[in-house]
């Protein structure tokens, strides 16, 4: 029995970061027995250059046939200036609608051996691990109707629709309080019910699937509100659960309080536990193809993989603590790097994980 | 010439940390021959408990025909099991769209004497000076359609419209550049263009006004990154420009980075300059009637209305003088209060305020 996954390196240092998890994924398969193959295929600015659109429909079906994805990061200034239905951000968008993809999980946890590059006080942050349930296919991102249009007066008016029905809330709730089961069993769902009906609507679908979970502990929070409380004191969250475009702001927010986005990874999965899984960093184009990109927000992402999705925990485990191990060996590439530690490069960082495993 | 001034105590600390204000205005007022007059009204919860709605439209009319607005704050648990078309907020929401008050500035300012108060490291935050401008009557929070309806096949589905014109993203735009020109020159507009239309839209009107405003460097952001970066690196911004939604979040966030939110004054102008004026904060039903509140915020408040509605800027240094010397003599209210300073009741700072003046 293999399992295939399907790779896609994307733009940016995508190529370089994920060239390094794939080396460890395939260090991992032959050691532990996982019978693991891989195909690659091409998404957001690789693939406009080389089809003209960001995803094409075969290489969603493709990605489809497997059991897993592993995408590095998407875009680039190069594409900027296309129209924005053919920009690298619609394969990515396309790619999570297409498999439908709802439960984004973002982890921000803070390394230990990383405490320092935190722009928060140590002691706010120390021991920080929230975990970020975002939903990923529907409200603002995809809703109907949206786009310009010319009103009577002449002048143009912008809209979009943020839109989310029972089944989808009910769906991303259970993801969301199943995790919180699995960790500290607290729950904070975050909407803005004082002013949008639509949460008004998210927060009476978690109120009734409450009592579903009792072992869970239920609260409600107003984004804005939730905003400054992850500033203020993380530390009071376990399981955080959002719409959309809550989720992006949201974890993006957290994952910098960690000041190591570098480390971090996603994964975003479907109703049968099916998942993509990618950095929460971006595509970084500035330091492309200089070979100093931290890979091991991918590793880790690779490890979500094969706990997730492909159900090789242990494996999981293993890599997880051969990124741990390596960060103890004072290994740094430069965006977590400080005075006193080994600065290594991608490559570096990838080989150390290696040998670590 | 007398210049009348509605103020609406609001619920929760607001009637205690207004009282303060009203005292500080009308020593300034004697001090200065300001010629002040003041009227009371109903806002909020107290509305609905004199009036059966948050805010009637008799007060709003009073309230437009003064010269500015001191609001304190609105909300608290009695009313939230209401139906939300008469929640508190409802008042501040037709009280905003009644009177036009379109442009909301929110600075984030942190006080050298409470630097210690933030939860981020002391060289990430020392003198910070930002200031959020957010369109405050359109966006999302207005929208229509929204609601919540049932679908064909019985399930509910919630939602609200994300809409903005060319020329309420133009007015607010030059409120921002106008900002930018009195401060440091430069201007960041934060959007969602990757994903959403009508913030391209957004985009593609402040692009068009740039060329007026050439001492003003403007660049944009996406929400998500904003988000980070205010985290990150806060002191890389001067002025933020951005919607009613992500205006809401970010401000909030951005007033946390000081970790003294009571501090923080607001104001929300209309196009003749016409203003409500209130704190940051919320109404804090918490700690309402124990006398321990904040009132710097409200008495900031207070010289912000001086300045941008009633031309009175001599007073409104002189106040903020003020209150910048009573930091200094190390008096403390409770929620700003270390180790080491004065610890004093929301009377005492008020009055510590007057004296100062
Ligand atoms: C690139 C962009 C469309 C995307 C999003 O907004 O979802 C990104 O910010 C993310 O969070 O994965
Ligand atoms: C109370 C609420 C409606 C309001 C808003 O969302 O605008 C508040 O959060 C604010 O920022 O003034």
Chains 1, 2 share one sequence.
Not at 135 to 157: A, H
Not at 229 to 246: E, I, S, Y
Not at 297 to 306: E, Q
Not at 310 to 318: H, I, R, V
Request: proline content about 4%; hydrophobic content about 45%; aromatic content about 6%.
């Amino acid at each position: 029995m293999t399992k295939k996954v399907m790779i896609l390196p994307g733009d940016g240092i995508g190529p370089e970061i994920v060239e390094q998890a794939l080396a460890v994924l395939e260090v991992a398969s032959e050691k532990y027995n996982l019978g693991l193959s891989f195909e690659q295929g091409l998404i957001g600015g690789s693939s406009i250059d080389a089809h003209g659109e960001p995803l094409t429909d075969e290489a969603l079906k493709a990605a489809g046939e497997c059991d897993a994805v592993l995408l590095g990061a998407v875009g680039g200034p190069q594409w900027d200036t296309l129209e924005r239905e053919i920009r690298p951000e619609k394969g990515l968008l396309k790619i999570r609608s297409g498999l439908g993809l709802y439960a984004n999980l973002r982890p921000a946890i803070l390394y230990p051996q990383l405490a320092d590059a935190s722009s928060l006080k140590p002691d706010v942050v120390a021991g920080l691990d929230i975990l970020i349930v975002r939903e990923l296919t529907g409200g603002i991102y995809f809703g109907e109707p949206r786009g310009i249009k010319t009103l009577e007066n002449g002048e143009r008016q912008g809209f979009n629709t943020y839109v989310y029905r029972e089944s989808e809330i009910e769906r991303i709730a259970r993801s969301a309080f199943e995790a919180a089961q699995k960790r500290n069993g607290k729950l904070c769902s975050v909407d803005k019910a004082n002013v949008l009906e639509v949460t008004v609507l998210w927060r009476e679908v978690l109120d009734r699937l409450a009592p579903e979970y009792p072992d869970v502990e239920l609260s409600h929070m107003y984004v804005d509100n939730a905003a400054m409380q992850l500033v203020r004191a993380p530390k009071q969250f376990d399981v955080m659960v959002t719409g959309n475009m809550f989720g992006d702001i949201l974890s993006d927010a957290a994952a910098m309080l960690t000041g190591s986005i570098g480390m971090l990874p996603s994964a975003s999965l479907n109703e049968s536990g099916f998942g993509l899984y990618e950095p929460c960093h971006g595509s970084a184009p500035d330091i492309a193809g200089q070979g100093i990109a931290n890979p091991l927000a991918t590793i880790l992402s690779a490890a979500m993989m094969l706990r997730y999705s492909l159900g090789m925990s242990e494996a999981a485990d293993a890599i997880e603590a051969a990124v741990s191990n390596v960060l103890e060996l004072g290994l740094r590439t430069a965006d977590i790097h400080t005075d006193g530690y080994q600065k290594v490069s991608t490559a570096e960082m990838g080989a150390a994980v290696v040998a670590a495993l």
